[in-house]
């Protein structure tokens, strides 16, 4: 049958079906048994990164890394099983590797951004920041662009190279904060006694903290008013609270006290000449 005869066939089964045949069962064997190694040593690496307290979006994207790495080398080592010459295999993945490289660096500056995030955590979810040219709460930071959440809840989606390269402001990073408030009088009011009515208002806000003491003062002596700093201290949860609500409170008090808050105004001075 085709040309063969017995021993024709025995030979070609003996030199080429067999050992072809025991290449492709040591390749798959290679494929699985590494594959069940690069999970073990995956998963042992993971665990010692757990017991470092690194955050679990980087441990993520590190197994991952070494994951890709551990199987490609599983997978050149059972294609050579099989004969392939790997030597030309690894040289068109460094070619197409720079290719890709090359094509996007945008990209890659993002990456290294992100790396370069998790790593050293200026934030983490939850936290309020401004960075990237923008305003909010972080909803989770990724490879290549960071997500937040404006107060008015949108979703604003930043490139991390954006971030990184930038300020980055963490309102949430300490535990308090100094709350920054202008408040101006007339100058015919009584300094004294606005003066007075602030700082009681301040120590008798349960928001405002002790330590650090409330600094009330008078920061200027403006075109229509004089002007007083109050700066009291919250907890970082009880800033905007404290803020808006001392605001109006303020405002009201100082109606019922009779004193006044100004605002610019200007007064024109007409002359009237006679006709000559």
Same mark, same amino acid.
């Not at 010692?48 to 679990?56: C, G, T, V």
């Given at each position: 049958?085709?040309?063969?005869?017995?021993?024709?066939?025995?030979?070609?089964?003996?030199?080429?079906?067999?050992?072809?045949?025991?290449?492709?069962?040591?390749?798959? /064997? #290679?494929?699985?048994? !590494?594959? +069940?190694?690069? *999970?073990?040593? &995956? $998963?042992?690496?993971? %665990?010692?990164?757990?017991?470092?307290?690194?955050?679990?979006?980087?441990?993520?994207?590190?197994?991952?890394?070494?994951?890709?790495?551990?199987?490609?080398?599983?997978?050149?080592?059972?294609?050579?099983?099989?004969?392939?010459?790997?030597?030309?295999?690894?040289?068109?993945?460094?070619?197409?590797?720079?290719?890709?490289?090359?094509?996007?660096?945008?990209?890659?500056?993002?990456?290294?951004?992100?790396?370069?995030?998790?790593?050293?955590?200026?934030?983490?979810?939850?936290?309020?920041?401004?960075?990237?040219?923008?305003?909010?709460?972080?909803?989770?930071?990724?490879?290549?662009?960071?997500?937040?959440?404006?107060?008015?809840?949108?979703? /604003? #989606?930043?490139?991390? !190279?954006? +971030?990184?390269? *930038?300020?980055? &402001? $963490?309102?949430?990073? %300490?535990?308090?904060?100094?709350?920054?408030?202008?408040?101006?009088?007339?100058?015919?009011?009584?300094?004294?006694?606005?003066?007075?009515?602030?700082?009681?208002?301040?120590?008798?806000?349960?928001?405002?903290?002790?330590?650090?003491?409330?600094?009330?003062?008078?920061?200027?002596?403006?075109?229509?008013?004089?002007?007083?700093?109050?700066?009291?201290?919250?907890?970082?949860?009880?800033?905007?609270?404290?803020?808006?609500?001392?605001?109006?409170?303020?405002?009201?008090?100082?109606?019922?006290?009779?004193?006044?808050?100004?605002?610019?105004?200007?007064?024109?001075?007409?002359?009237?000449?006679?006709?000559?």
């Amino acid at each position: 049958m085709f040309g063969l005869t017995t021993e024709d066939a025995t030979k070609y089964l003996d030199e080429f079906i067999i050992p072809f045949g025991i290449n492709i069962a040591m390749a798959i /064997v #290679i494929y699985i048994v !590494g594959k +069940i190694v690069v *999970g073990v040593l &995956v $998963n042992v690496f993971g %665990k010692l990164l757990a017991k470092s307290k690194y955050d679990n979006m980087l441990i993520d994207f590190l197994k991952s890394i070494v994951r890709a790495i551990l199987m490609l080398f599983v997978i050149i080592a059972a294609l050579d099983q099989l004969g392939v010459d790997t030597t030309s295999l690894a040289a068109i993945l460094a070619a197409a590797g720079l290719a890709i490289g090359l094509s996007l660096q945008g990209s890659l500056s993002n990456f290294a951004a992100g790396v370069m995030l998790l790593v050293f955590r200026p934030f983490k979810a939850g936290d309020f920041v401004d960075a990237g040219g923008a305003d909010g709460t972080i909803k989770s930071i990724g490879i290549f662009t960071t997500l937040m959440v404006t107060p008015d809840n949108k979703e /604003v #989606i930043v490139p991390n !190279g954006a +971030i990184y390269s *930038g300020n980055i &402001v $963490n309102y949430s990073a %300490k535990d308090t904060r100094r709350v920054d408030m202008v408040f101006g009088i007339g100058y015919d009011d009584d300094l004294k006694k606005a003066k007075a009515i602030l700082e009681e208002m301040c120590a008798n806000d349960p928001r405002v903290l002790k330590e650090p003491a409330a600094q009330v003062a008078v920061s200027e002596l403006g075109d229509s008013s004089v002007n007083f700093v109050v700066r009291p201290w919250a907890k970082s949860s009880d800033f905007w609270g404290l803020k808006f609500d001392m605001t109006e409170a303020v405002k009201l008090r100082f109606d019922e006290e009779g004193i006044s808050i100004p605002y610019p105004q200007m007064d024109v001075h007409v002359h009237k000449q006679d006709d000559k």
